[in-house]
């Protein structure tokens, strides 16, 4: 008996359609795509409204031009330098009298100029025997006429304890140094340490702003800061702090804010007093007082 095998039948297919569960899934899947594209657009608008993206600037220094009279010595008016031939042609072949009182005038200058060699041994080799430079102390030039920062700065500290003393010193990077009855300075730093930090350095080389004390009792904090790192600081020897040039145009800048805050310039600038404040677990420099003098014509 022969078996024919049933042909096979294909599915019909025309049944199949969307369910209502299959609608109702892609159109919650398409709602939280669309809710998804909303949230981060306006993610995106809250952040841009409320962060300031603030470029890094660039530090930018307050430089004075003030008058100097560099290694000149100290006096009360100005020493001017002899013409040159250059500049007194005519003189460039004297006759035999001209010539004779010349030879005598360039010996009695030789013998004043060995005369003033004769000084102590601190003494600048210019301006000396006449009536010196009455500009002040600093680099070399005419300047403007502006009072100095050496000269019209002053910082107040107020601490109860040396440790406290110490931080706010350390807090600004600030030097204690020893000068005098030797060649060197003698610096101390990391005052906070046990046995702070110490170098020996050459006065010569020394650019920084540095203070002296003019009174107060803290004045006793430096000598037992130097005292603790091995630095001899008693008389005749002179205690100095040294500012790095980061903290010496942080206070050109206040104190030039302060001055424009009562439309003062720089050439009226006479004396300024600064303090240390607290600000949160480290302190900042401020105005405590602040003279002004005319302007100068």
């Given at each position: 008996m022969t078996t024919v095998p049933k042909p096979i039948r294909r599915p019909d297919t025309s049944d199949l359609h969307v369910s209502r569960f299959d609608q109702v899934a892609s159109m919650v899947v398409a709602l939280?795509?669309?809710?998804?594209?909303?949230?981060?657009?306006?993610?995106?608008?809250?952040?841009?409204?409320t962060m300031v993206f603030i470029p890094r600037s660039v530090p930018v220094r307050l430089v004075e031009n003030v008058p100097g009279r560099g290694d000149h010595a100290e006096g009360f008016e100005r020493d001017l330098e002899a013409p040159g031939?250059?500049?007194?042609?005519?003189?460039a072949e004297p006759q035999l009298e001209a010539a004779m009182e010349a030879m005598t005038e360039a010996v009695s200058s030789v013998a004043a100029a060995m005369d003033s060699v004769s000084m102590p041994s601190d003494a600048t080799s210019k301006g000396e025997g006449g009536m010196g430079d009455s500009r002040p102390p600093g680099p070399p030039g005419e300047g403007d006429n502006i009072i100095p920062r050496w000269d019209r700065w002053e910082i107040r500290?107020?601490?109860?304890?040396?440790?406290?003393?110490?931080?706010?010193?350390?807090a600004f990077k600030?030097?204690?140094?020893?000068?005098?009855?030797?060649?060197n300075v003698d610096y101390a730093y990391n005052l906070t340490k046990a046995k702070p930090d110490t170098r020996t350095g050459s006065g010569d080389k020394e650019q920084r702003l540095y203070m002296t004390w003019r009174g107060g009792n803290?004045?006793?904090?430096?000598?037992?800061?130097?005292?603790?790192?091995?630095?001899?600081?008693?008389?005749?020897?002179?205690?100095?702090?040294f500012y790095p040039q980061e903290v010496e145009d942080q206070l050109a800048w206040i104190e030039k804010e302060h001055a424009e805050k009562q439309n003062k310039t720089i050439q009226e600038y006479l004396k300024t007093v600064f303090e240390l404040?607290?600000?949160?677990?480290?302190?900042?420099?401020?105005?405590?007082?602040?003279?002004?003098?005319?302007?100068?014509?």
């Open positions: 939280l795509i669309m809710v998804g594209v909303v949230v981060f657009g306006l993610f995106i608008i809250w952040l841009t409204a031939m250059e500049e007194m042609p005519e003189l500290f107020e601490s109860s304890s040396v440790s406290a003393y110490a931080r706010q010193l350390d600030i030097e204690l140094g020893a000068a005098g009855g030797k060649k803290l004045q006793k904090f430096d000598q037992q800061l130097l005292s603790k790192a091995g630095i001899n600081s008693a008389p005749p020897r002179l205690l100095m702090q404040k607290p600000k949160g677990t480290t302190w900042e420099f401020v105005v405590a007082e602040m003279r002004f003098r005319p302007k100068p014509k």
